[in-house]
Every structure is written in structure tokens, then in C-alpha cells.
């Protein structure tokens, strides 16, 4: 059994966590870190199976130390493709990576020829059947983390202009590792899930204080107290462009209001893996969700977007704030961008990469619109009634691709006599009228007021 004083970086082992049914388990972690405090160790450990925003400091009390995996001596650090690797001594990696390849045997509709939607019977289900050569493989879109979801099987690689640049960071150890320990902001207090750039010397405080209006945080209580008395802002800047009932959602212009918009990006960082843009905002435009009561409008979520963007993009980032998780607030602010672009006559998709949270979020907002459509069709003459792709994509704002790979997702498409026919069955039909009751939260068009800029023709934003 090794020591506690011989465990080093790189070094691999079961340690103990909770998982969510309050069980106790011992998963294989990789120590990242370890430091001293008045002559107890603490451990920063990752847990390789789990996401990054489960990493945590522990005692030595956690480790399994009979099952311990010394890093392997490397020379040098290996590089691949000019990029340097992982740090030198970590244990080898295998890096899984599922490339969703959809088979040579789906169909993949046309855009344009038009799909049957077949009535919701068991004989649908039988006729379908009867071409057993054609019937694809149920669920080949993978759903980790690092699915890009691109629905030709490619995944795209995230372009070096965008807000989501990939710059490998994760190989740092000083991005790799969370270092605020907790926000105030408002009546809440948030952990961190990932690192985020704020100033150095505010990572060794317990609390950092955030202004819940303006977002530049503090040392202190006492500073931000003083700070509340001098700022008058009691919701986000820039301009309310929607409203109904407690929600609304204010425009940001990244130019226009820049230490606002650094703040929300040093602010969300905190909680999204992949995002790296920070300083110049100067190409977004920030949609922050804000749910009002008599002390002010809070922020409970946003999604940035690029003034002009060459790929379709309707989102850059987007993130609800941990207290407001698992409400219906991420599916508002997705069926919002959607929203914006009906209004400007486009359709959009978001930035790939999407973070594991935000690819089920996606999800299940495409499948639920193009569920609501499809159910809603009328036969005509007794007739199935038919829909296109492109009709599809032209009613939701919903790019075709994105379209495309929900209903393969969903297992819809097949090919039966010569054409396309999407099947309901009622599995699926029961499953999304249980989830429409619980969807209370609505966007309601007649509420936005918003005009779209053209940003190409004004000169640099």
C-alpha cells in the first residue's frame, strides 16, 4: 500500500463520492493537484468517467491507496498535431470519442420530398414493419458529452472566430481546476463548476460577492455594499424586448455595454466547459433572461449570439444560472433565439460544441416542436397528410439538418413503398403529450418587440 506522502500529481486511484441516489461509490479519479494546508494534505481529484464539474478537493480519508496507478515516465510531453498533450506523466488516455455515423441503410429524406405522417395505429406500425432491409438502427446519434450532433455524421469542428474557440486549455492545470469557491449573488449562492479568469487574488477568498444588477463583483460584503449604494441599475442594460408576466429578456450590445458583457462571460464560465471567450465581446449581442419581483429584475439565464454569423449560428453560448435549473427556463431561452429568428426570416442552430447539458436540453425542444407540428396536421380526403423537411425547418426556424437528426433520433423515418413515412406511434404520442402538460413556461410572439439590425452594413457594429 503506498503512502500519503508518496501520492503526486498524475497518479490514478478509486476515491470515494456520493452519487445522486446518496450511495457511496469509488469511481477512478486522476489526482490533478495536491496541496498542504497547516500540515494536512488536500487532493484535486477528477473523476475520469464524470464530468469535469464533479472534480473536488479531498482528504487523504477518501483514497483507496492498495489500488494506486504511479504516471508512467515520459521524456517529453507528446504532442499531437503541433498542440502539446496532456501534461507529462499523466497515465495514457484513451480518448473515446463517438463519431455519430448514420448507416448506409437510414433513409435520409430530401428536403423537399414530402413525408407521410401515418395515423397513430398498431397497423402503421405492422405495414411499416413489412420492409425489415430498410429499418435503421434505432438511437445511432450518440449522446456524450462531446457529441457535436451534426446530423451528417461529421462533427463539425467549432471555427477560430466564433466564442467557442478550442484552444485545448483543458491540458492546463491551472484551467483544468476550479478556482472560486463560491458566488453570492443575490439571495443565492452558487458553486462553481469549472474555472473561470477572475482576477488571481480573488481566488483565495470563500466568497466572492457579485452585484446581481451589474455583475462586477467584490472583495467583500462590506464592498458590495458600498458598491449597492452608488449603482441605480435594478436590471440588466440595454433594452426589455419582451415581457409577459414576471419574465423578461433585455438585448445587450457586447460593444455598447462591454464591462456588463465581461462580467456575464466571467460570470458563466463558472459553469460552462467549453466557452473562452471573455475580453472581446465586441461581436455579440447578449440576451439575458430575468425573472421580476419588487426589488428588481434577477438574471436567471442568457444566450449570446453573433452580430453576424456565417454558419446559421443563432446561439454562441447560453446557460441557466444552477438555482434556476431543471424548471423549464433552458427550453425558454432555446425557444427564445428560435423566436428571434422567425422574426428575422432565417433559421439557426447552435454552436457546436454543445455541452452534455445543453445537447439534451436541444433535444428535447427539437423533438418536442417537430412533435407539435406533426401532430397537429390535418388529413385531407382521407388522405395521410404530408409535410416536407423544408416545411418543417421554414415553421420552426429549426435548421434542416437539426431536423433531419431529431427524427432519426426519434426513430420516426422510414421507407415504405417507395416514400418517406414518418410513424407516430403512441409510446411516442403519449410520451410528449405527459411532457407538454409539464411545460408551462411558454414564449408568447405577440410579446416580443424586436427589430432585427442588418450588422453587415454598419460599418464595425
Given at each position: 500500500?503506498?503512502e500519503?506522502g508518496?501520492?503526486?500529481?498524475g497518479?490514478?486511484l478509486?476515491?470515494?463520492?456520493?452519487?445522486?441516489?446518496?450511495?457511496?461509490?469509488?469511481?477512478?479519479?486522476?489526482?490533478?493537484?495536491?496541496?498542504?494546508?497547516?500540515?494536512?494534505?488536500l487532493?484535486?481529484?477528477?473523476?475520469?468517467?464524470?464530468?469535469?464539474?464533479?472534480?473536488e478537493?479531498?482528504?487523504h480519508?477518501?483514497l483507496?491507496?492498495?489500488?494506486?496507478?504511479?504516471?508512467?515516465?515520459?521524456?517529453?510531453?507528446?504532442?499531437?498535431n503541433?498542440?502539446?498533450?496532456?501534461r507529462?506523466?499523466?497515465?495514457?488516455?484513451?480518448?473515446?470519442?463517438?463519431?455519430?455515423?448514420?448507416s448506409?441503410?437510414?433513409?435520409?429524406?430530401?428536403?423537399?420530398?414530402?413525408?407521410?405522417?401515418?395515423?397513430?395505429?398498431?397497423?402503421?406500425r405492422?405495414?411499416?414493419?413489412?420492409?425489415?432491409?430498410?429499418k435503421?438502427?434505432?438511437?445511432?446519434?450518440?449522446?456524450?458529452?462531446?457529441?457535436?450532433?451534426?446530423?451528417?455524421?461529421?462533427?463539425?469542428?467549432?471555427r477560430m472566430?466564433?466564442?467557442?474557440?478550442?484552444?485545448?486549455?483543458?491540458?492546463?492545470?491551472?484551467?483544468?481546476?476550479?478556482?472560486?469557491?463560491?458566488?453570492?449573488?443575490?439571495?443565492?449562492?452558487?458553486?462553481?463548476?469549472?474555472?473561470?479568469?477572475?482576477p488571481?487574488?480573488?481566488?483565495?477568498?470563500?466568497?466572492?460577492?457579485?452585484?446581481?444588477?451589474?455583475?462586477?463583483?467584490?472583495?467583500?460584503?462590506?464592498?458590495?455594499?458600498?458598491?449597492?449604494t452608488k449603482?441605480?441599475?435594478?436590471?440588466?442594460?440595454?433594452?426589455?424586448?419582451?415581457r409577459?408576466?414576471?419574465?423578461?429578456?433585455?438585448?445587450?450590445?457586447?460593444?455598447?455595454?462591454?464591462?456588463?458583457?465581461?462580467?456575464?462571460?466571467l460570470?458563466a464560465?463558472?459553469?460552462?466547459?467549453?466557452?473562452t471567450?471573455?475580453?472581446?465581446?465586441?461581436?455579440?449581442?447578449?440576451?439575458?433572461?430575468?425573472?421580476?419581483?419588487?426589488?428588481?429584475?434577477?438574471?436567471?439565464?442568457?444566450?449570446?449570439?453573433?452580430?453576424?454569423s456565417?454558419?446559421?449560428?443563432?446561439?454562441?453560448?447560453?446557460?441557466?444560472l444552477?438555482?434556476?435549473?431543471?424548471?423549464?427556463?433552458?427550453?425558454?431561452?432555446?425557444?427564445?433565439?428560435?423566436?428571434?429568428?422567425?422574426?428575422?426570416g432565417?433559421?439557426?442552430?447552435?454552436?457546436?460544441?454543445?455541452?452534455?447539458?445543453?445537447?439534451?436540453?436541444?433535444?428535447?425542444?427539437?423533438?418536442q416542436?417537430?412533435?407539435?407540428i406533426?401532430?397537429?396536421?390535418?388529413?385531407?380526403?382521407?388522405?395521410?397528410?404530408?409535410?416536407?423537411?423544408?416545411?418543417?425547418?421554414?415553421?420552426?426556424?429549426?435548421?434542416?439538418?437539426?431536423?433531419?437528426?431529431?427524427?432519426?433520433?426519434?426513430?420516426?423515418?422510414?421507407?415504405?413503398?417507395?416514400?418517406?413515412?414518418?410513424?407516430?406511434?403512441?409510446?411516442?404520442?403519449?410520451?410528449?403529450?405527459?411532457?407538454?402538460?409539464?411545460?408551462?413556461?411558454?414564449?408568447?410572439?405577440?410579446?416580443?418587440?424586436?427589430t432585427?439590425?442588418?450588422?453587415?452594413?454598419?460599418?464595425?457594429w
Amino acid at each position: 500500500e503506498a503512502e500519503v506522502g508518496e501520492i503526486i500529481e498524475g497518479c490514478r486511484l478509486p476515491v470515494l463520492r456520493r452519487n445522486q441516489d446518496n450511495e457511496d461509490e469509488w469511481p477512478l479519479a486522476e489526482i490533478l493537484s495536491v496541496k498542504d494546508i497547516s500540515g494536512r494534505k488536500l487532493f484535486y481529484v477528477h473523476y475520469i468517467d464524470f464530468n469535469k464539474r464533479l472534480d473536488e478537493w479531498v482528504t487523504h480519508e477518501r483514497l483507496d491507496l492498495k489500488k494506486i496507478q504511479f504516471p508512467k515516465k515520459e521524456a517529453k510531453t507528446p504532442t499531437k498535431n503541433g498542440l502539446p498533450g496532456s501534461r507529462p506523466g499523466s497515465p495514457e488516455r484513451e480518448v473515446k470519442r463517438k463519431v455519430e455515423v448514420v448507416s448506409p441503410a437510414t433513409p435520409v429524406p430530401s428536403e423537399t420530398a414530402p413525408a407521410s405522417v401515418f395515423p397513430q395505429n398498431g397497423a402503421a406500425r405492422r405495414a411499416v414493419a413489412a420492409q425489415p432491409g430498410r429499418k435503421r438502427k434505432s438511437n445511432c446519434l450518440g449522446t456524450d458529452e462531446d457529441s457535436q450532433d451534426s446530423s451528417d455524421g461529421i462533427p463539425s469542428a467549432p471555427r477560430m472566430t466564433g466564442s467557442l474557440v478550442s484552444d485545448r486549455s483543458h491540458d492546463d492545470i491551472v484551467t483544468r481546476m476550479k478556482n472560486i469557491e463560491c458566488i453570492e449573488l443575490g439571495r443565492h449562492r452558487l458553486k462553481p463548476w469549472y474555472f473561470s479568469p477572475y482576477p488571481q487574488e480573488l481566488t483565495t477568498l470563500p466568497v466572492l460577492y457579485l452585484c446581481e444588477f451589474c455583475l462586477k463583483y467584490g472583495r467583500s460584503l462590506k464592498c458590495l455594499q458600498r458598491h449597492l449604494t452608488k449603482c441605480d441599475l435594478r436590471h440588466p442594460p440595454g433594452n426589455e424586448i419582451y415581457r409577459k408576466g414576471t419574465i423578461s429578456f433585455f438585448e445587450i450590445d457586447g460593444r455598447k455595454n462591454k464591462s456588463y458583457s465581461q462580467n456575464l462571460c466571467l460570470l458563466a464560465k463558472c459553469f460552462l466547459d467549453h466557452k473562452t471567450l471573455y475580453y472581446d465581446t465586441d461581436p455579440f449581442l447578449f440576451y439575458v433572461m430575468t425573472e421580476y419581483d419588487c426589488k428588481g429584475f434577477h438574471i436567471v439565464g442568457y444566450f449570446s449570439k453573433e452580430k453576424e454569423s456565417t454558419e446559421d449560428y443563432n446561439v454562441a453560448c447560453i446557460l441557466t444560472l444552477p438555482p434556476y435549473q431543471r424548471r423549464g427556463y433552458g427550453k425558454l431561452l432555446i425557444e427564445f433565439s428560435y423566436e428571434l429568428s422567425k422574426v428575422e426570416g432565417k433559421t439557426g442552430t447552435p454552436e457546436k460544441p454543445l455541452s452534455d447539458l445543453g445537447l439534451l436540453s436541444y433535444r428535447s425542444y427539437w423533438s418536442q416542436t417537430i412533435l407539435e407540428i406533426l401532430m397537429g396536421l390535418k388529413s385531407e380526403s382521407g388522405e395521410r397528410p404530408q409535410i416536407t423537411i423544408n416545411e418543417i425547418s421554414e415553421i420552426t426556424s429549426i435548421k434542416k439538418e437539426d431536423v433531419i437528426s431529431t427524427l432519426q433520433y426519434l426513430n420516426l423515418i422510414n421507407y415504405y413503398k417507395g416514400q418517406y413515412i414518418l410513424t407516430l406511434s403512441e409510446d411516442i404520442v403519449d410520451g410528449h403529450e405527459r411532457a407538454m402538460l409539464k411545460r408551462l413556461l411558454r414564449i408568447d410572439s405577440k410579446c416580443l418587440h424586436f427589430t432585427p439590425k442588418d450588422w453587415s452594413k454598419r460599418g464595425k457594429w
